[in-house]
């Protein structure tokens, strides 16, 4: 973990801490006050009552910052700036694609906690947060149990099944599977594991200390480098010149 992770990490639980002892000082004051007497609230020499105050105001004003500092926070105030279009569930929205990925087996389990679509790269794109036990995605990801970001490239037109995924493992018999260059970019990990699936392309990336918009956004630049190290924009105009000419 980078210096410049643990800093912003330990800079939102210092707020978080901090906040918590400024509102058990100023519960602690009122009650000792309520405790001498109602008379004490009309005391107007200063002293305790200006102290209970200004730790009432000290903690709303530290909650709020240790609040817009939460990963889950900054992704939904980004999502809104960058007009991304929330999606709840693709699987219960009408006339919407489903996820692309087969059931969990053995008890696996994968929940989607939010997701948005956006433009990227020319593709249609979901991209949002993810989390799954019990080796949920297979060999789409080296984790057995944890949480990361799912980015599902949205394809016009089917093209073969097919899959790199880990350690090293080809999945489908495409010509495509073969290329030097995508080969050569997973074995560096310059791309994750990422499976295509009728129209659809997508990848889970590990995220360790909560979903943030950078993370996001790499995983997306990732996962259209896989796109473009498949010439899958080739692939699909080809497709979609032989079905109109069929």
Known sequence: MSL???????????????????????????????????????????????????????????????????????????AESAGWERTDSLQQRAGRRKWPWAEPAGGGTIRVRQAWSFTAGGFPVTAGEVRWTGRGFGGATDDTDGRGVVVVVHLPVPVPSMAYHVPFERVGDSPLLDRAELRKAFLTRRIPPWTVREQCLFTVEPAYEGVTPALIGSAVRRALLVAKLLELNAEVRSNGRAGVAA
Do not use: K
């Not at 009122?30 to 002293?47: N, V």
């Open 4 to 78: 410049r992770r643990w800093t912003r990490l330990l800079g939102r639980w210092a707020l978080t801490v901090l906040a918590a002892v400024t509102w058990f000082g100023a519960v602690c004051g009122l009650g000792l006050i309520f405790m001498t007497g109602a008379d004490a609230l009309s005391d107007t020499t200063p002293g305790r009552m200006w102290v209970v105050w200004l730790l009432l105001v000290a903690a709303c004003f530290l909650s709020l910052l240790a609040d817009r500092t939460r990963p889950a926070g900054v992704l939904a105030r980004h």
